[in-house]
Structures are given as C-alpha cells and as structure tokens.
C-alpha cells in the first residue's frame, strides 16, 4: 500500500492510502471508484505525491512526486496480472470476488513518477 496525495480545489493536501503496481521502473497504476474526489482533484491538478510506509522505526522513508492521469488503455483490475497476483485474495474478501471489485473499483490511474525523495 502507498499514499496517493493529491491536491484539492482548496489547495490542501488530500492523502488517501490505495493499493497499487509498478508499471515499467517509473509508473504506478492504481484502480479508484468513479466517484472518488481524487479523480476531480487530478483533472484539476495532476500533481501528484506518493509516499511508502517507512519501515516500524520511522526510518526508510520513501516519497515520490509525479503526475497522475486517469489510463484507460489499462486493463481492469480484474484483468491486470500484475495486480491480480498482489491483490486476488483481497480483492476477493472486500468485494467476493474479482469481477464486482474490478466493476467498483473501475477506474485505471496511472502515476508517473518524476522525483524522489527519501531519508
């Protein structure tokens, strides 16, 4: 899991944790639900912060910036390897199975990563 920040119409930071996969070296893809504010939030202002869990000592910090846009040349959740073999078994215990969490959670966001940042 990763923090996907994105900015809101007031300028405030708005973190929200979501499951994601990395797409080649510098992209993340992650599914969202069609009414989530971080899609207006992106269409808005695509920048974009992501940041790792450090490690339990609060060491290892990792925070990427880059630019969110919504992908649909992605395959649904339900149909993309890479997820699928993260993610099956809760996608499975959140939704009951792999096809109405992929219809839930619908939307394909692809962040390219341009920045990182860590201590």
């Known amino acids: 899991m990763v923090w996907l920040t994105t900015v809101g119409r007031d300028g405030s930071p708005q973190p929200n944790p979501v ?10 893809v992650v599914y969202t639900v069609p009414r989530a504010h971080r899609l207006e939030h992106i269409a808005e202002r695509p920048r ?14 990792v925070v990427f910036r880059g630019v969110a846009e919504v992908a649909r040349d992605l395959p649904p959740a339900d149909r993309n390897d890479a ?24 939307v394909p966001l692809r962040v390219r990563l341009e920045r990182l940042r860590g201590f």
């Open 48 to 61: 974009v912060a992501v940041h790792l869990n450090s490690d339990r000592d609060g060491m290892d910090v």
């Open 83 to 106: 997820y699928l073999a993260k993610y099956r078994a809760a996608m499975q215990r959140i939704s009951g199975d792999v096809e109405r969490f992929a219809a839930t959670y619908s």
């Open 19 to 28: 499951w994601f996969v990395w797409e080649g070296g510098d992209e993340l």
